[in-house]
C-alpha cells in the first residue's frame, strides 16, 4: 500500500495536489520495484571495506599513518581491514629523511611503505619540498646552495622509492592565506623565487617518470582567492608543458571551516585543466549526524568528478589526530565506527552495517534522484534486505542546510532538533523477504543547494 504524507518542512512547499498526483505514479512505481519488477540492489553483495567500495568506484581510500603505531594489533588490523592507500603522516618529510645536509635515513618511511606494499597497498609520497618540518640548515643556505640542495633531495628521496610510490605531493603549501594569491615566504621562495616549484616539478619528473607529480594545499577546497592563484599556476603549467599529473586539496574541515557549497565545482574547474584531483588530508571536526553528513558530502564530490581518483583521511584513529580534541576521524579513540564511517561507506556504494550508528548486517541502502526541476528534487532510496527476513528497517536522510525536504512517501519519518536528518521507517509492517527490497521517496527543496542527500546506514530487526 503507497501512502502520501506531505510534512511541511520549510517556507516553501510543493502544491499538494501536484505533489500527490507525482508521489502516486512515483509511488506506484516503487511499489513495482519493491516486488521485483525492476532489480535495483538486490543481487550483488556491497563491498564492506571503505578500500573495497571505493575500488569499486574506481578510485582508492586511504589514509594517513604513523610508523610509531604500526605495531599497536589494533591500529594495525583497522588499517590493513579498510584502507588501499596510505601516506605516511610525518616519516618522508625532510626533517625526518634529511636532518643533516646529505645525510638520508629512510627508517620509519620504509617501514609503512613496506608495510603497504606487503599487502597491497598503494603509496602517496608527502611531502618533497614544504617550508615546514625543514631543518635549519637549509634555510640557512644561499641561493645556489639551496637549488643545488633542493634538487639532490627530491632526486635521493624518489629514486630512493623509485616504483613504489604512485603520486608525490612535489610541493606542498607554497601559497599564502587570505586574498592575496600570493606566494608564502619560505627559504625556497625567498631564495630562488617563483621559479622553485616548476624546478620542483621538473627535476621531479626525471627522477621518477612514473610516479604522478602533485601540488598540495589547504585553503583551497573552494573557489577562492588562494584555489585561485593554485588554479592559475596549474593552469600555466599544462599551458607550458611543466609536468604536473595532480592537485591535492588536503581538505581539514570544521565549524570555522565547513566543506564549502562549490567543493564539487573546485574540484571539477582543476580536473577540467587536464590533471587528476585527489582528497589528501582529510579530516572534519564533530561528531554524529552532523559530521556524518559532511564526510558524505565529501564523498559524493569526488564520486561526481571522474579525475577525482582518491581520498585519503588524515588518519586511523580520532585518538592519535594532529587535532584529537576535534574527533575530526572515521573511528573514534576504541576503533569503533562512528556514523562518519557510515556515511562515507554508503556514498562509495558499499555497505556493512555493524557501525557506530548502531546498524546491523541485516539491510543496505542505496539512493538515486528521480525528478528535478530548477528549485527541488525528488530522492529515492531502496532498502534491501540481506541474507535472511527482517520485519522492520530505519534509515536515516540528511540534508545539507538550506536544503530542506518538503514531502515524504512511502514511509514514516521522523526528524532531529536541526530538522536536516530525517529517520525514515517503514508504514506499518516492514517485512522483506531475504534479499527483496523496497523503496521511500521524498521531495528536496534545494534553496541554492543541489548536493544530494547522505543516507545512513540501514539497520534492521
Ligand atoms: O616525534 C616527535 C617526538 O619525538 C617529540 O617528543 C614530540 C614532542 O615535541 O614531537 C614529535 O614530533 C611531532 C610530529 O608531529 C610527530 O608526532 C611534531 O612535534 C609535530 O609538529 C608533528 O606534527 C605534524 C604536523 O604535520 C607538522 O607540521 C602532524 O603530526 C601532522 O599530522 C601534520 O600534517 C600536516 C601535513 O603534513 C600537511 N598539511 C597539514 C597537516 C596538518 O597540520
Known amino acids: ?94 626533517d625526518a629523511v634529511e636532518s643533516s645536509r646529505g645525510s638520508f635515513s629512510f627508517g620509519s618511511a620504509d617501514q609503512i611503505v613496506n608495510h603497504a606494499q606487503s599487502r597491497g597497498m598503494q603509496v602517496r609520497g608527502h611531502t618533497l619540498v614544504w617550508h615546514s618540518q625543514l631543518p635549519g640548515w637549509v634555510g640557512g643556505l644561499g641561493a645556489s646552495e639551496l637549488r643545488s640542495a633542493m634538487n639532490n633531495h627530491i632526486n635521493q628521496v624518489m629514486q630512493h622509492y623509485k616504483g613504489k610510490i604512485a603520486a608525490w605531493d612535489v610541493v606542498n603549501e607554497a601559497f599564502q592565506d587570505g586574498g592575496s594569491g600570493a606566494r608564502r615566504s619560505s627559504p625556497f621562495q625567498d631564495k630562488l623565487g617563483d621559479g622553485f616549484i616548476e624546478e620542483a616539478f621538473r627535476t621531479a619528473r626525471a627522477a621518477d617518470p612514473a610516479a604522478k607529480l602533485c601540488y598540495n594545499d589547504y585553503n583551497t577546497d573552494g573557489i577562492n582567492a588562494k584555489s585561485n592563484a593554485v588554479y592559475n599556476m596549474v593552469r600555466d603549467f599544462k599551458a607550458r608543458g611543466v609536468p604536473i599529473d595532480c592537485v591535492g586539496f588536503q581538505s581539514h574541515f570544521n565549524s570555522a571551516s565547513p566543506v564549502p557549497g562549490d567543493y564539487r565545482a573546485n574540484l571539477q574547474r582543476f580536473a577540467d585543466l587536464g590533471v587528476d584531483v585527489q582528497i589528501t588530508e582529510l579530516d572534519i571536526e564533530g561528531s554524529g549526524s552532523s559530521q556524518a553528513a559532511s564526510y558524505g558530502n565529501v564523498v559524493n564530490a569526488c564520486l561526481a568528478v571522474s579525475r577525482c581518483t582518491g581520498i585519503t583521511v588524515w588518519g586511523v584513529t580520532d585518538k592519535y589526530s594532529w587535532r584529537a580534541s576535534g574527533t575530526p576521524l572515521l573511528f573514534d579513540g576504541n576503533y569503533s565506527k562512528k556514523p562518519a564511517y557510515d556515511a562515507v561507506l554508503t556514498a562509495l556504494g558499499g555497505s ?24 527541488r528534487f525528488n530522492g529515492r532510496v531502496t532498502v534491501t534486505a540481506g541474507n535472511a527476513p527482517i520485519s522492520t528497517w530505519t534509515v536515516s536522510v540528511t540534508v545539507t542546510p538550506p536544503q530542506k525536504i518538503s514531502a515524504t512517501w512511502n514511509g514514516s519519518p521522523t526528524w532531529d532538533s536541526s530538522g536536516n536528518v530525517m529517520t525514515m521507517r517503514p508504514n506499518g509492517n516492514g517485512s522483506l523477504a531475504a534479499g527483496a527490497s523496497t523503496s521511500f521517496g521524498f521531495t528536496v527543496m534545494k534553496n541554492g543547494n543541489s548536493s544530494a542527500p547522505v543516507l545512513g546506514s540501514c539497520t534492521a530487526s
Open 1 to 94: 500500500m503507497v501512502t502520501n504524507s506531505s510534512v511541511e518542512r520549510g517556507p516553501t512547499r510543493p502544491e499538494p495536489r501536484s505533489l500527490a498526483r507525482r508521489a502516486l505514479v512515483l509511488g506506484t512505481a516503487l511499489l513495482l520495484a519493491g516486488a521485483g519488477v525492476t532489480a535495483l540492489s538486490g543481487t550483488a553483495r556491497a563491498a564492506s571495506t571503505l578500500g573495497a567500495a571505493a575500488a569499486e568506484k574506481g578510485r582508492y581510500f586511504g589514509t594517513a599513518v604513523a610508523a610509531n603505531h604500526l605495531g599497536e594489533s589494533q591500529y594495525a588490523s583497522t588499517l590493513n581491514a579498510e584502507f588501499n592507500s596510505v601516506t605516511p603522516e610525518n616519516e618522508m618529510k625532510w
Open 352 to 375: 556493512g552495517g555493524g557501525g557506530g550508528g548502531g546498524g546491523s548486517a541485516g539491510c543496505s541502502v542505496s539512493y538515486s534522484k528521480a525528478e528535478e526541476w530548477s528549485d
